[in-house]
């Protein structure tokens, strides 16, 4: 029975010397270890966060840059001048070669119903292709003027068709008279638009 106790004693007191020794458990040994501040990310995470600062940078720098272009001038006039006008000049030509033009001359109803009817329906197509444009290429400060402008002559010549139309209410001349007034309004806006809003 002695020996046993004796053999014990000399292996527990190695096994103490030992862990003494090595002094802390192994978790405690790795959360001792200290790493420098610029070593403590890995090098996948060094890079990303560098070419992170480096977007940074370079994204404030295009701000910078581009300061000048956040605010340019405003557009108010667009190309096309000369082309515009040769097409509101070639659609009163199509309209004079049309066959009921001499009679609408001579004043057949009918044939300046058809005329005028045609005229109008030509020009406002213009109108709206020009508006177009301008929309698109015009500042939007300067386009929402031109629609404020646009919505009002609108109602001026709407309102003036009426009027010239009631001159001859019931008579055969009454919707003669509401187109002439709608192409001559709508002609003469294209080319307020054209001289008014574009340049060569």
Not at 14 to 19: A, C, D, G, N, P
Not at 135 to 159: F, G, H, T
Request: hydrophobic share 30%.
């Amino acid at each position: 029975m002695k020996k046993s106790n004796v053999a014990v004693a000399p292996i527990l007191t190695m096994s103490l010397v030992l862990m003494s020794a090595c002094g802390s458990s192994p978790e405690e040994s790795a959360s001792n270890d200290t790493i420098p501040a610029s070593t403590s990310e890995s090098p996948a995470e060094n890079q990303e966060n560098h070419q992170q600062e480096d977007a940074s940078m370079e994204e404030s720098n295009t701000q910078a840059d581009s300061g000048e272009e956040e605010n340019p001038p405003p557009v108010t006039k667009v190309a096309g001048k000369e082309e515009y006008l040769n097409k509101l000049d070639n659609i009163q030509k199509e309209l004079d070669a049309m066959p009921d033009k001499k009679d609408s001359d001579k004043g057949v109803t009918n044939a300046m119903k058809n005329v005028y009817g045609k005229s109008y329906e030509m020009y406002d197509q213009a109108l709206n292709d020009l508006y177009a444009v301008l929309k698109k290429e015009l500042s939007s400060e300067v386009m929402k003027e031109l629609q404020a402008e646009q919505v009002k002559w609108i109602k001026e010549k709407e309102d003036r068709a009426h009027e010239e139309r009631l001159k001859y209410e019931g008579g055969t001349f009454e919707h003669v008279a509401f187109y002439i007034s709608l192409y001559e309004s709508t002609k003469e806006r294209c080319y307020e638009l054209v001289n008014g809003y574009m340049v060569e």
